[in-house]
Nanobody, 119 residues
Framework: QVQLVESGGGLVQPGGSLRLSCAAS????????ISWHRQAPGKERELVARITSAGNSPTYSDSVKGRFTISRDDAENTEYLQMNSLKPDDTAVYYCHAIGRWFGLKDFWGQGTQVTISS
């Protein structure tokens, strides 16, 4: 059974940090490009950060560049999003995503974790 399970969300004050985790199972995680997306109330889901199966040259949206870091641990089948200098505009549900070739082109989504930045 394919699963992506996020954890690490919560309520943080502006300027604080959080680390999100996404544990994958049921597919060949190491060969997939992984990413984090977020969706704020009333807004479309947007890409936050992406890292390929090679683990190099991660990309970030302009709104999080310099504050967020995406990483992966293929031995643990887990992806991470380290979020620093958090702002109220970062408030959203954060989703992990994986896309790759495994018995054809496949993509998988996690269920989402809420991140709220508020004083």
């Amino acid at each position: 059974q394919v699963q992506l399970v996020e954890s690490g969300g919560g309520l943080v004050q502006p300027g604080g940090s959080l680390r999100l985790s996404c544990a994958a199972s049921g597919f060949t995680f190491r060969s997939f490009t992984i990413s984090w997306h977020r969706q704020a109330p009333g807004k479309e889901r947007e890409l936050v950060a992406r890292i390929t199966s090679a683990g190099n040259s991660p990309t970030y949206s302009d709104s999080v560049k310099g504050r967020f870091t995406i990483s992966r641990d293929d031995a643990e089948n887990t992806e991470y999003l380290q979020m620093n200098s958090l702002k109220p505009d970062d408030t959203a549900v954060y989703y992990c995503h994986a896309i790759g070739r495994w018995f054809g082109l496949k993509d998988f989504w996690g269920q989402g974790t809420q991140v709220t930045i508020s004083s």
